[in-house]
């Protein structure tokens, strides 16, 4: 009944960096790939990067180089390093599982990249 819980946007300049953090329930993170969703406004939400359960990584072509996904097992934590942010990286950025039926999502957490 826990909701995921995403933190550490903000607003930074082009070119600066950000990372984000989600904290999910155990039983999920421990058993299913992860991903970071974005969603900017009037847009739909999308899939930006993905780390399964035992680490293997796969990104959107739109961020591939400049972001990174990790997870921490032991804190249940799910990260996302954010390098090189663009104004096109502008977005409320989520956490869910990336496989399987998602649990309900989280408040997001902003990320404005701006002059």
């Known amino acids: 009944q826990v909701q995921l819980v995403e933190s550490g946007g903000g607003l930074v300049q082009p070119g600066g960096s950000l990372r984000l953090s989600c904290a999910a329930p155990g039983n999920i993170f421990r058993f299913y790939a992860m991903g970071w969703y974005r969603q900017a406004s009037g847009k739909q939400r999308e899939l930006v990067a993905v780390?399964?359960?035992?680490?293997?990584?796969n990104y959107a072509d739109s961020v591939k180089g400049r972001f990174t996904i990790s997870r921490d097992n032991f804190k249940n934590t799910l990260y996302l390093q954010m390098n090189s942010l663009k104004p096109e990286d502008t977005a409320i950025y989520y956490c869910n599982v990336a496989e399987g039926v998602k649990t309900s999502w989280g408040q997001g957490t902003q990320v404005t990249v701006s002059s």
């Open positions: 780390i399964s359960k035992g680490g293997n990584t």
